[in-house]
């Protein structure tokens, strides 16, 4: 925050530099961009091994029973419930006589030991997506409708970043065209926020415009102390949107 011994802040319009941005919308950026990139990441990751939990849902909707070969056994690098997950690849001919090869996953060991020998299995699979298949009495995903969660998770942080941009948006608003003024500290508390271990302290300020006193808050990891005079930018047709000048 400018202190009011600081010179005044150029008139507008003027250059908006990125530290105008107060800690609150920088947290929301940021922590939301992380949650939803761990979160996408995490949830192709789980629906690649353990299956998509909507392929059951089209199954038993609409599934047609088949006769397959079982081929192979693979095991994979993954665990559900502790259990190793294997991937079973098995040919099967569809309903229009086609034969398709296709696969799923399971952590069923008797299954895993008849797909070794290359026993026959009893599969479920869609007529209009023959690649997707399951067998008879398995499910196609090993985890549900929790494997969505992550994808949960990532669409909470899309969330934040756009509480952010929007943010962000209307502090560039009003720092490049805001009017100057002084204003004057009133109070100070602490947040929950902590960027790089330094609590984010809430700021309460008020300023004269023409049309009578005014109160603004901001957030700041170094406030100035109650009293103190700093130099702010606000919209002169809404005098309660305001921002500190930096």
């Known amino acids: 925050m400018l202190l009011a011994t600081a010179p005044a802040p150029p008139t507008a319009p003027r250059p908006f530099p990125v530290r105008a941005l107060d800690p609150t919308t920088a947290v929301l950026l940021l922590v939301g961009a992380i949650w939803a990139f761990i979160g996408a990441i ?123 941009v929007r943010r962000a948006r209307r502090v560039r608003d009003i720092y490049v065209h805001g009017q100057a003024g002084i204003a004057t500290i009133t109070a100070t508390r602490p947040t929950a926020i902590r960027i790089n271990w330094q609590r984010v302290i809430r700021v309460d300020y008020v300023f004269e415009t023409i049309t009578g006193q005014t109160q603004g808050r901001t957030t700041s990891r170094t406030p100035p102390p109650v009293g103190a005079k700093v130099w702010i930018l606000y919209d002169d047709r809404d005098p309660s949107r305001s921002v500190p000048a930096n």
């Not at 909707?61 to 693979?74: D, E, F, K, Y």
């Not at 296709?102 to 023959?130: F, K, M």
Request: no cysteine.
């Open 42 to 164: 995490a949830g192709t990751a789980l629906l690649s091994t353990a299956g998509a939990p909507w392929n059951d849902v089209i199954l038993d909707r609409r599934g047609v029973a088949a006769s397959a070969q079982a081929l192979s056994a693979t095991a994979r690098n993954t665990r559900v419930n502790r259990r190793r997950v294997f991937q079973l690849t098995y040919s099967f001919t569809d309903a229009a006589g086609i034969v398709r090869t296709s696969s799923s996953v399971t952590t069923n060991r008797h299954l895993v030991a008849e797909a070794r020998t290359n026993a026959p299995l009893a599969i479920d699979y869609d007529p209009r997506q023959p690649a997707r298949t399951r067998v008879h009495g398995e499910r196609a995903s090993l985890v549900g409708l929790p494997g969505l969660l992550p994808f949960g998770i990532a669409a909470l942080g899309l969330v934040g970043v756009a509480l952010g």
